[in-house]
């Protein structure tokens, strides 16, 4: 079976995919994207460490650097799941929301932003999800704000994917909650109808953090490539 490599998000850490991982078949490589510093860095980091030839599953940002990855070396990535991501360009409005957090951020207010603003967006559920929100929130401040100053930069910063969708040709899953505001069900469809090789799985009454809101549907996604007869 074909190896598996695993890209968190902004704020992430393999914690995220705690719920996801023992539920994997094959072997599993988690890359951690904590000093990397642009989309670039984090590709380049997925292509050293990944083995010879796997299955790459990213998760929001890190879906973003795997379509990065995947673009430069697709004979190396036999299929893609991109998990609440999307591949649209950065506009005026978001770049100016995100300059505004990384001001919140180094002024003192990272723990506010993140308590007011980052997760009452991440879940489907408003109040629900009580395990799950404690863990992406110690995971935030384990991050602090130094890293998420990085990282918004990195997405602020981050190349038109429009250009490389074109040279991947590999099977790719999309997988997105049908209630995920930050990399919403439209914006997976538009990615979908712009890839080779494609296909779009909407998960219901689930927001923008799959991996922990719907971790058995996101690994028999990820199984589904890693155990397609052509990748034994």
Not at 49 to 76: H, I, K, N
Request: with cysteine; hydrophobic share 45%; charged share 25%.
């Amino acid at each position: 079976m074909i190896p598996v490599v695993l890209a968190p998000g902004l704020l992430c850490d393999d914690r995220l995919w705690s719920l996801v991982r023992p539920m994997l078949k094959g072997e599993v490589v988690i890359v951690d994207f904590t000093d990397d510093e642009t989309i670039h860095a984090m590709a380049d980091r997925i292509l050293m460490e990944g083995p010879d030839r796997f299955v790459l599953a990213g998760f929001s940002m890190g879906g973003m650097a795997s379509m990065t990855a995947a673009a430069r070396a697709p004979d190396r990535i036999a299929g893609l799941v991109l998990i609440d991501t999307h591949a649209e360009p950065e506009t005026p409005d978001r770049s100016t929301r995100r300059a505004r957090q990384i001001a919140t951020a180094d002024s003192g207010g990272f723990e506010r932003l993140v308590r007011e603003e980052l997760k009452p967006v991440y879940f489907a559920d408003a109040h629900g999800r009580g395990g799950e929100r404690r863990l992406v929130w110690n995971m935030a401040l384990d991050a602090g704000a130094p890293q998420f100053r990085r990282h918004v930069e990195a997405l602020m910063a981050r190349p038109d994917p429009g250009a490389m969708l074109g040279t991947l040709t590999m099977p790719v899953t999309v997988v997105t909650g049908e209630a995920d505001t930050l990399a919403p069900p439209l914006a997976a469809r538009h990615l979908v109808e712009r890839l080779a090789d494609a296909r779009l799985v909407l998960v219901p009454d689930c927001g923008h953090m799959a991996p922990l809101e719907a971790p058995a549907v996101v690994a028999a996604e990820i199984n589904r490539l890693c155990c397609k007869p052509e990748f034994a």
